[in-house]
């Protein structure tokens, strides 16, 4: 199912919070952003809410053939 989402890549690590809208996912991204230290922005490869197919758990959704799709199908806001 697609989900809007917060998508934190730090570059060794990808992290996705999962949220219920578009709205509230810029909000919260918002909030996180604004939390950040310079130096905590600066090591981010991206920060962004985005729309992306998740699955129960909340995690990329991987299809029957084991690919994962990782793929944004929308960008709502892009932090840089």
């Given amino acids: ?4 989402s917060i ?3 730090c570059g060794t690590d ?3 919070t999962v ?6 996912a810029i909000e919260k991204a918002d ?3 604004n939390g950040f230290t310079a130096a905590d922005k600066k090591r981010r490869k991206s920060y962004m809410v985005g ?3 998740v699955d129960e ?3 990329y959704y991987m299809e029957e053939n084991g690919n994962i799709d990782a793929d944004i199908y929308e960008v709502a806001k892009e932090y840089k």
């Fill in 31 to 33: 909030s996180e952003w």
């Fill in 51 to 53: 729309l992306i197919n």
């Fill in 7 to 9: 998508i934190d890549n």
């Fill in 14 to 16: 990808e992290y996705l």
């Fill in 1 to 4: 199912m697609k989900k809007w």
């Fill in 57 to 59: 758990n909340g995690d």
């Fill in 19 to 24: 949220c219920e809208g578009r709205e509230q």
